[in-house]
T-cell receptor
Framework: GAVVSQHPSRVICKSGTSVKIECRSL??????MFWYRQFPKQSLMLMAT?????????EQGVEKDKFLINHASLTLSTLTVTSAHPEDSSFYIC????????????FGPGTRLTVL | DAKTTQPPSMDCAEGRAANLPCNHS???????VYWYRQIHSQGPQYIIH???NNETNEMASLIITEDRKSSTLILPHATLRDTAVYYC??????????????FGGGTRVLVKP
């Protein structure tokens, strides 16, 4: 089956620093990748949709200058949380849709970010 | 996309069938019913999806009512590893919806020995 990986699995950083999270499709080409955020005991909230080679589309209320998304290849998308603050501490999850397939999204294992 | 309603939690016994209901009374004709589950601190896992007909795979069965206003996910023989939050999601055909999955509150299923 299609596998999506995320790196790192968990990260702790100081307030004000930037953190980059990678999302990779390991055995398929992903034309579209999605980034979600999940706070404790809450559901997943879509942050943005990224298409390979074009700018990401952000959901309402998500600051594009704070959450930088790059989808430079068909197997890699990155999310950079710039100038992270404690309120950005969350579980960040990516998903990917395989090129030519419209029925499934494959999710990564998530990255737990803790900002001190 | 149509909104879904699920019970917030349910318990079931190990080895027994688990029946997870979902209401989607405002579903429209081009919307599919998807089920995902999320085990604690992991990413969601796809289970099954359907449009009108009942569906079955190695993980579960999906029963959709004739009017499509509700559905039931059936885990035929629940195991302790099936303990998770189960999300029922209704989504339009891909081009119309931009592939988005909108997660609701889900049902927190606890399988007990």
């Amino acid at each position: 089956g299609a596998v999506v990986s995320q790196h790192p699995s968990r990260v702790i950083c100081k307030s004000g620093t930037s953190v980059k999270i990678e999302c990779r499709s390991l055995d398929f080409q992903a034309t579209t990748m999605f980034w979600y955020r999940q706070f404790p005991k809450q559901s997943l909230m879509l942050m943005a949709t990224s298409n390979e080679g074009s700018k990401a589309t952000y959901e309402q209320g998500v600051e594009k200058d704070k959450f930088l998304i790059n989808h430079a290849s068909l197997t890699l998308s990155t999310l950079t949380v710039t100038s992270a603050h404690p309120e950005d501490s969350s579980f960040y999850i990516c998903s990917a849709r395989e090129a030519g397939r419209v029925d499934e999204q494959f999710f990564g294992p998530g990255t737990r970010l803790t900002v001190l | 996309d149509a909104k879904t309603t699920q019970p917030p939690s349910m318990d079931c016994a190990e080895g027994r069938a688990a029946n997870l209901p979902c209401n989607h009374s405002t579903i429209s004709g081009n919307e599919y019913v998807y089920w995902y589950r999320q085990i604690h601190s992991q990413g969601p896992q796809y289970i099954i999806h359907g449009l009108k007909n009942n569906e079955t795979n190695e993980m579960a069965s999906l029963i959709i009512t004739e009017d499509r206003k509700s559905s039931t996910l059936i885990l035929p023989h629940a195991t302790l590893r099936d303990t998770a939050v189960y999300y029922c999601i209704v989504r339009a055909t891909i081009k119309a919806a931009g592939n988005k999955l909108t997660f609701g509150g889900g049902t927190r299923v606890l399988v007990k020995p």
